[in-house]
């Protein structure tokens, strides 16, 4: 398991300790969607048999098909719209976490994804709340893969994390865009733990 991993494990983790409530209401909101998708289905499968009696049972057959993949569908959407809130939740979480954690977990991203000799940019926000002895703890997590990094004079139009620059060739670390890289990996753990 590589340090992203499990990193990504411990936003999850987090995520699922500090949103129980959400997961409670998400679990809940995609039960009463099931439900009323199958609700639905046994009504439409009751209108169409007092419709057509004379073809009852090849029509109800279909019906029941469409209905239960109707029901599916709308089940499937709900799972995603659950799983894109939590994984929305667990960003806005990162974003808000006091700043020695909060620049911890950037010491850390960049531990996973610096190489060689480049420049941190990190937005005007984060270099506005920049811990004095931020540099100092890159430089000692960052010693041992014979990476250095050096603070961008510049700021990156990002909420939360930081753009990795190498000369002319940039590599966006912004939450938004490890969540964004990560989506179906942290999509597939967190429908394994919620559905």
Same mark, same amino acid.
């Given at each position: 398991m590589t340090g992203l991993d499990?990193?990504? +494990?411990? %936003? *999850?983790?987090? &995520? #699922?300790? /500090? =949103? +129980?409530? %959400? *997961?409670?209401? &998400? #679990?809940? /909101? =995609?039960?009463? %969607?099931?439900d009323d998708a199958y609700a639905k289905a046994e009504i439409?499968?009751?209108?169409?048999?007092?419709?057509?009696?004379?073809?009852?049972?090849?029509?109800?057959?279909?019906?029941?098909?469409?209905?239960?993949?109707?029901?599916?569908?709308?089940?499937?959407?709900?799972q995603r719209e659950v799983?894109?809130?939590?994984?929305?939740?667990?960003?806005?979480k990162l974003r808000e976490l006091p700043a020695d954690e909060y620049f911890a977990v950037l010491v850390k991203l960049c531990e996973n994804y610096a190489h060689g000799s480049g420049e941190l940019v990190l937005s005007k926000a984060d270099k506005d709340r920049l811990p004095g002895d931020f540099e100092a703890q890159l430089s000692r997590a960052l010693a041992p893969k014979g990476a250095s990094l050096t603070l961008a004079d510049d700021c990156a139009p990002i909420d939360g994390g930081f753009i990795l620059r190498y000369g002319l060739i940039e590599e966006n670390c912004s939450f938004a865009a490890i969540?964004?890289?990560?989506?179906?990996?942290?999509?597939?753990?967190?429908?394994?733990?919620l559905f």
């Open positions: 499990k990193i990504i +494990d411990n %936003i *999850i983790a987090e &995520a #699922q300790r /500090e =949103a +129980d409530s %959400i *997961i409670e209401a &998400a #679990q809940a /909101e =995609a039960k009463q %969607i099931n439409d499968c009751a209108k169409i048999v007092s419709d057509a009696r004379a073809n009852a049972s090849l029509m109800s057959k279909i019906s029941v098909s469409g209905a239960q993949t109707e029901a599916r569908k709308l089940m499937l959407t709900a799983v894109d809130g939590v994984i929305a939740q667990a960003v806005r969540a964004q890289e990560k989506h179906d990996m942290i999509s597939d753990k967190l429908n394994a733990m």
